[in-house]
Nanobody
Framework: QLQASGGGLVQPGGSLRLSCAAS????????IGWFRQAPGKESEGVSC????????KYVDSVKGRFTISRDNARNTVYLQTNSLKFEDTAVYYC????????????????WGQGTLVTVSS
């Protein structure tokens, strides 16, 4: 089971830390990805982190602004989102899989419910 949290309403330029808490599986065997879906748009792979945390990937639009990290002792992955823009508004989902670190959603087997991030002035 995956539980995403930390979303909310934030002004442009603000920050939020999203969390993805896992239970029911061997967390440190799994790659974790963050995805988002904005209203009227297709889902997009935002970031992912390898099982060890040693490899991370980001979509170009968030590079330098978002940071993914994981705490395997707490079975949690974080997505620190800084310098938020209007276009970051979306429902953010976390997902897990045991393959290679990839932002391709087709690889992911387990999905949590989303957390809504709204960037608005």
């Amino acid at each position: 089971q995956l539980q995403a949290s930390g979303g909310g309403l934030v002004q442009p330029g603000g920050s939020l830390r999203l969390s993805c808490a896992a239970s029911g599986f061997t967390f440190d065997d799994y790659v974790i990805g963050w995805f988002r879906q904005a209203p009227g748009k297709e889902s997009e792979g935002v970031s992912c982190i390898s099982s060890s945390g040693g490899s991370t990937k980001y979509v170009d639009s968030v590079k330098g602004r978002f940071t993914i990290s994981r705490d395997n002792a707490r079975n949690t992955v974080y997505l620190q989102t800084n310098s938020l823009k209007f276009e970051d508004t979306a429902v953010y989902y976390c997902a897990a899989q045991r393959g290679l670190a990839t932002k391709n959603a087709d690889w992911y087997n387990y999905w949590g419910q989303g957390t809504l991030v709204t960037v608005s002035s």
